[in-house]
T-cell receptor
Framework: AQKITQTQPGMFVQEKEAVTLDCTYD???????LFWYKQPSSGEMIFLIY????DEQNATEGRYSLNFQKARKSANLVISASQLGDSAMYFC????????????WGAGTKLIIKP | SAVISQKPSRDICQRGTSLTIQCQVD?????MFWYRQQPGQSLTLIAT?????????ESGFVIDKFPISRPNLTFSTLTVSNMSPEDSSIYLC????????????FGPGTRLTVL
């Protein structure tokens, strides 16, 4: 069965520190995509970063990077120099090869940045 | 990237009534998705809406309760019928970004409260 696991229901991090949000996935597919989304309290889902299963380099988008370890089936999100505005729910998601772009979602991690 | 708008942004409804949520995309897209996010939970896919064909519903969701229309490549509606307090959720529409494993773009969501 295909599954996304986020083991950290909540995290507190001091402002300006780096934070790593964990995500592991389970799939037997060779081709898949991994995503991270941010959901502030307003409810909108904001795309942060994408990693393809065949991408050899870790994806980066500004302060966001994805630590992709294919053999371990992990796709952790790293936020550098955290800001108060980073406080939100963060969801890891996967789209398998034959899913017609449907996403499998993790349970999410609530990140709170402390001033 | 696609820009998606949803109406209404929020609503408070009485039990037994119905609400239609509109989703408008600023470009033509093949597939649109409707999600439900119950309080404190992750996203659950309700159905995939394809233009020119019936929507494909996920297990646990039926057309009588969540009828969907997809009259063209930029627009879709989701109706939540005969509402009960258990339908109180955020409803989100999304669309795939295009070929390959591009990110999904989400609308701002509709926050529904049923009394």
């Amino acid at each position: 069965a295909q599954k996304i696991t986020q083991t950290q229901p909540g995290m507190f991090v001091q402002e300006k520190e780096a934070v790593t949000l964990d995500c592991t996935y389970d799939t037997s597919d060779q081709s898949y995509g991994l995503f991270w989304y941010k959901q502030p309290s307003s409810g909108e889902m904001i795309f942060l970063i994408y990693q393809g299963s065949y991408d050899e380099q870790n994806a980066t988008e500004g302060r966001y990077s994805l630590n992709f370890q294919k053999a371990r089936k992990s796709a952790n999100l790293v936020i550098s120099a955290s800001q108060l505005g980073d406080s939100a729910m963060y969801f890891c998601a996967m789209t398998p090869w034959d899913s017609n772009y449907q996403l499998i979602w993790g349970a999410g991690t609530k990140l709170i940045i402390k001033p | 990237s696609a820009v998606i708008s949803q109406k209404p942004s929020r609503d408070i409804c009485q039990r037994g009534t119905s609400l239609t949520i509109q989703c408008q995309v600023d470009s033509q897209v093949t597939m649109m998705f409707w999600y439900r996010q119950q309080p404190g939970q992750s996203l659950t896919l309700i159905a995939t809406a394809n233009q020119g064909s019936e929507a494909t519903y996920e297990s646990g969701f039926v057309i009588d309760k969540f009828p969907i229309s997809r009259p063209n490549l930029t627009f879709s509606t989701l109706t939540v019928s005969n509402m009960s307090p258990e339908d109180s959720s955020i409803y989100l529409c999304s669309t795939s970004g295009g070929g390959g494993y591009n990110e999904q773009f989400f609308g701002p969501g509709t926050r529904l409260t049923v009394l």
